[in-house]
Structure formats: C-alpha cells, structure tokens
C-alpha cells in the first residue's frame, strides 16, 4: 500500500453573511494516497470547491471561518499555519489548476516568466538561466511545440487548451506532491479536454503525483478517477472506488446523477431521470438527511435524523438511511441498473 | 415525409474586409424538417453559432439563400413580414445570466414580445397569458413579479424558454442552451424542452459542443468542421457509423460514464488533410452525407 499523503477529519467551513452564517462545508472526510487520484463530483454549491480551496488554504478569512477539523499533509495540520508558512506548502506541496485558463494567466506577462516566477520563487540556489531550462522542459512536458518560440510569447498567442497546458506547466513548476485541479476541463472543447486529462494522466504516471480532481462531468470522473467522493450540501453522501460509485452505486443523489446523464451506448430513449427540486440553504441547514425533499425515497427518519456513513464494503461508503438493516429494501431504479448490467457486459465480452 | 420548415441553401457569412475575410460559414446547405430536432455539433469557432445567428437575421448573410416555409427571409420585407417572421423564429441563449435583464421581472421579460406584436392589450387576458406560459415551463404563476437574481440558473433557463414561446413560434434555435448548466438541470431543461415539442410541434436546431446531449435530444446531427459541415445524418448513424475523420475523433473524445471502457479509451486525432481535389457532398448511404472529394469518400468509407 502506498503512502498517506493528505488526510482530511471532519472539515467544517462557514462563511460571514449578511443573510447569516453560510456552512459551505458540514464535516467532511477522505484520505488521499500517493499517486491516486480522487475526483469530487456534485453540483454547484454543494462545496466541492471550497473544499479544494481550503485545502490551499484559499478561504479569505473573513468571511470564511474555518469552524472545525483538520487537514493533515504528510502528517501535519495546516488549518493552524499561519500565512507565512503557508505560503511555502503552496507551490512547494500543493499546487492548483483552476478551470479558466483565460483568467488564470497574467496576459501582461510572457508565458516564460510566469513560469520561472515559481521556479526561482521556491528555489533560492537556482540561476535564472537553469530557470529557463527548466521551464523550457516543463513546456515540452506538458506537450507544447516549439517550446523555445513559445516561451517568449504572451497569454494571447496561445489557444484555450494550450493555455491550459501552460497553467499546469506553472502548477508543476516547483514539483508538489499534490495537484488540486478545479474543473480543469470544463471550459474547454471535448477534444482538447481528452488531450488534457491524458496529459495530466501521464504526469501523474511520471513523477507520482496525487491529484484531486473536481468536476461535475460523471464521463470525466470514470475517466480520471481512482476513488470518488459524491457531495451534496457540504457533505460527502457517498464515496468509493470509482468502479463502487458507478456500478453499484448505494446513495439516491449517486443514482440522480447517474440517471440525468444521457445514455448513448444502450441507446435508450427514455426520459432523462432528474432530481427534482434544488439544493437546499446552507444557512439553515435542514434537519435530518438534507436529500430527503428531493428524495424520492425519503422516510419518516430522513426527516428527523442525519443519516450515519454507513460501509458498503472496505472501500464503499454511503450516507443514507436505506442502508439501515431496518429500512426497507429499494433497488437501484431499473433504468440506471440497466444501463450498468449493459456497461458491464460489454466490459466482460471485450475482456473475453 | 414530413415537410421541409427550413432550407438553407450554400450560406456563407465572413467578417472582416473583403479583402481577408474570415469565413466563419463557408457554404452549408441543410434542410430541417417540421417537427424534428436536428443537432449542429462542432467545437468552439467552427461556426454553429454563426450559422443559428444567421439564420434568424442577426446577421445579414455574405452569400447564400435562407428559405423559411418556402420563403427566403433576407429578401426585401416591410415592417409587417418581418415581424410576422419574428413571430415564427425565436432563440433560446446560452448564459441564462446574461440573457435576462436585471431590471425586468420575469413577467415582463417573457410579455415585452406581445407589446411589440401588439397582443393582449387587456391587463387580465396578458397577466393569464404570462401565467400559462410560466406554468407550460414548470414554474409557478406568482414567480410573474420576481426579478431575475431571485431565480436559480436551471429557473433563468426556464424562464428564457418562456420568452422565446410567447409568441407561439414553430421554429426554435437553441443555441447552447445546457452547456451553462448543471448536469441534473441540464436534465430537466432537457427533458422541458422534449416535452414542449411534443405538446407544441415546435421544430429545433440545436446547437451544442456536448455531443452526448445532442444525441439524445437529436433526431439527426450535423456535424461541422471550419466553417462547413462535414458529416450529416441521423443521430444513430452518426453515432454508430461514423465516416468523417473529424466526427470519428470527435466521437472518440467524449468521456462516458462507465469507468471500465473510460480506461482503454483510444483517442481518435484528428488530422486535418488538405486536397487540391474538389470537395463535395456524398451520400455515402441513403440520408447520410459527407463532405470530401471523391478519392477521400474512397479511403474513408473502405
């Protein structure tokens, strides 16, 4: 088993409102080893990203609070370091790909600079030319020709996808262990995102890097991922292998997302399953499991008491009251169990 | 065979001088018939967007011949005709932000076509009218007096599908009208938007980068390429028998939900091949069309 790199316990995150006090993130955990990576799906506002940002410790404070838990990096907590030595584990450790690479570049700087910027910032011993070699080669790691040419041109000679190949040349830069990349695809064309996330598949193949990997497209997930975190209102519903989540996934908000994706190799044409209704106001969190109004399954307890993570298996774990042994036995929706035995089947005749 | 509601016959449009122009369109011809939803997929600047635009008059067109119900909508019109075109053809738009104004309640969005159109000048008909619409949408009568901060995005959307029903059109372009979605709302417009086409026999173009949502809403796709399309037929054909490189590297970029085929996914790259030859539209099996010259329609459909 490879090494723990990042461990998160029960993260609680609020933000300062006019309106109240928001709780983006209502304890949430996972663990993170070497050279994994784990994709955190959901909609928008369920917290994925101010996960990943406090993770980085990019929560402004105020108005974010950090209410509680702990992020361990290789074993020590940075939710108590201060700005100083943060910024140190920023670069160094822990990089970031943020998903538009319009707006994540300084257009005023040539491509080099950026790059060396982050290079002679975290390493004092090198010299600017042995910074220009490098950045030279993160340039044709990362699949850009004529990296020499291309050094000494500005943000707005490149395209959208070659300019997402020069954000994660900067976020490799200084070598971290961690690579947290926010939606790095969504604002990109189909064809340059396959481009992208084989790139960043190679990388991780080449020098170990943990990645996490946020999205909301399910295809990107079962693409990239090792493991899966689902989050619904600041909490992590269900988590697994990625092969749990997709074929045999345990939770409703799992089976809603899986079912409102069109379903091209079965050739179904039935309507699109959706979740009804929308997420629920973190200022005033609904008591009892905060799925239950959109639930089609929802029971009395969903109304009254959160649910617990129940284990599905060693590395399967749900957060819903069905799981209960008392609580009556709901199959997966014969739509979406379809669809799986068909992924599945197929997956056993191409392994014959 | 269902009638043909729009005919588009060698549309170009360029910008920029005449000298260097850029042609966004360069010479497309399709039909789209009444009732059906025909998909127009391509990846950012290839000109799907131009093509939508053009075809409801945002721009005036550089070449070409629009014909809508047998009529050619850039020709000379007075006042009259154009509004009673403008009656027929609406869009729904991308950013559901952006597309609302934030002064407007949502009543007022959806009910500013029937002041230009002059229809339902009595208070109670006009109120009853935006109701049915907002109810047709799957929102409720009293989100009439809201503004458009006060709604969700997958609620603008609705409310943006309203509008362009107000008028009772039969011919709706869609342009990206998911793509600023989230999946499960992505969904429900989805399925909105079937559901209105059953109710209301509108016709769609629907235009869209997600070609998984395209297939699933279209009945046929056309697929473009740099200002031309490349690959026309229906939905399945194209999906299962693909003959232009360009669709066969598109296809095989689109991530699925089923992580045991994602693992041995083999991109498909898409190299684009110049020829001195003339390129031109073959229909390679009945209703499905591919551009190339003779010798390229040889080597692909080997």
């Known amino acids: ?352 | 065979m269902a009638n043909k509601l729009l005919e588009v016959k060698n549309l170009k449009q360029y910008f920029g001088s005449s000298a260097n122009p850029i042609k966004a369109v360069d010479g497309i011809s399709f039909d789209v018939y009444e009732g059906e939803t025909l998909g127009l997929v391509g990846e950012s600047g290839c000109g799907k967007s131009t093509t939508g635009r053009s075809i409801i008059r945002l721009y005036d067109i550089t070449d070409g011949e629009i014909l809508f119900k047998g009529k050619n909508i850039h020709a000379g019109k007075s006042r009259k005709e154009l509004k009673e075109f403008n009656r027929e053809m609406q869009m729904i738009f991308q950013d559901p932000y952006a597309s609302l104004n934030p002064r407007m309640t949502a009543g007022e969005a959806i009910s500013e076509g029937f002041d230009i159109h002059g229809l339902y000048k009595d208070k109670k008909e006009r109120r009853e009218h935006i109701g049915n619409l907002l109810e047709a949408v799957g929102l409720n009568r009293e989100h009439a007096n809201r503004y458009a901060h006060e709604f969700s995005g997958g609620q603008r959307q609705r409310i943006g599908i309203a509008r362009a029903l107000s008028l009772n059109p039969s011919f709706i372009i869609a342009d990206e009208p998911i793509s600023a979605l989230d999946v499960s709302i992505q969904a429900q417009v989805v399925n909105l938007l079937k559901k209105l086409q059953k109710e209301r026999n509108l016709t769609y173009l629907f235009i869209a980068h997600d070609l998984s949502m395209v297939k699933y809403i279209s009945d046929r796709i056309a697929v473009m390429y740099r200002g031309k399309i490349v690959e026309l037929g229906e939905a399945n054909e194209i999906y299962n028998n693909p003959i232009h490189p360009y669709t066969k590297s598109l296809l095989s970029a689109v991530p699925l939900p089923d992580p045991l085929t994602e693992r041995k996914r083999q991109r498909i790259p898409y190299v684009h091949e110049e020829t001195d030859e003339q390129l031109s539209v073959h229909e390679v099996l009945p209703s499905h069309f591919v551009l190339g010259s003779d010798s390229q329609i040889k080597k692909w459909t080997k």
Request: aromatic share 6%; no cysteine; hydrophobic share 40%.
């Open chain 1, 1 to 352: 088993m490879s090494k723990k790199l990042l461990e998160v316990n029960d993260l609680k995150i609020n933000f300062k409102t006019y309106a109240g006090i928001v709780q983006a993130v209502r304890g949430v955990s996972f663990e993170l080893y070497e050279g994994e990576t784990l994709a955190i799906v959901g909609e928008s506002g369920s917290g994925k990203s101010v996960t990943s940002n406090s993770i980085m410790k990019l929560i402004p404070q105020p108005p974010g609070i950090y209410a509680g838990g702990q992020i361990l990096f290789d074993g020590r907590d940075l939710v108590p370091l201060s700005e100083k030595e943060m910024a140190k584990v920023r670069g160094n450790d822990i990089a970031m790909i943020f998903q538009d690479p319009m707006t994540a570049l300084n257009p005023t700087m040539r491509v080099g600079r950026q790059i060396t910027e982050v290079i002679l910032k975290h390493n004092k011993d090198v010299s600017k030319a042995e910074a220009k070699e490098r950045a030279i080669k993160l340039l044709e790691l990362v699949g850009i020709p004529m990296p020499e040419k291309r050094f000494r041109q500005y943000p707005h000679e490149f395209s959208g996808g070659m300019r997402q190949r020069v954000v994660i040349a900067i976020a490799l830069a200084a070598d971290p262990k961690l690579l947290i990349a926010d939606e790095p695809t969504t604002a990109l064309d189909v064809t340059i995102q396959a481009q992208i996330l084989e790139l960043m598949k190679d990388i991780q193949k080449k020098s170990n890097t943990s990645i996490i990997f946020i999205t909301h497209d399910l295809g990107v997930v079962a693409n990239v991922a090792d493991r899966v975190a689902v989050m619904y209102a600041g909490q992590i519903v269900e988590y697994g292998t990625v092969n749990d989540i997709f074929y045999n996934p345990k939770h409703p908000y799992t089976w809603g997302l899986l079912g409102s994706m069109p379903d091209l190799k079965n050739n179904v044409k039935e309507e699109l399953r959706t979740i009804p209704g929308s997420p629920p106001d973190l200022i005033h969190p609904p008591q009892g499991d905060a799925f239950a109004p959109r639930n089609e399954f929802a029971m009395a307890i969903d109304y009254e008491m959160e649910p617990p993570m129940f284990q599905v298996s060693e590395t399967h774990y749900a957060k819903t009251w069905l799981l209960h042994p008392d609580a009556p036995k709901v199959p997966v929706p014969e739509a979406i169990q379809q669809r799986i035995e068909g992924y599945l089947k197929e997956a056993e005749e191409s392994g014959k």
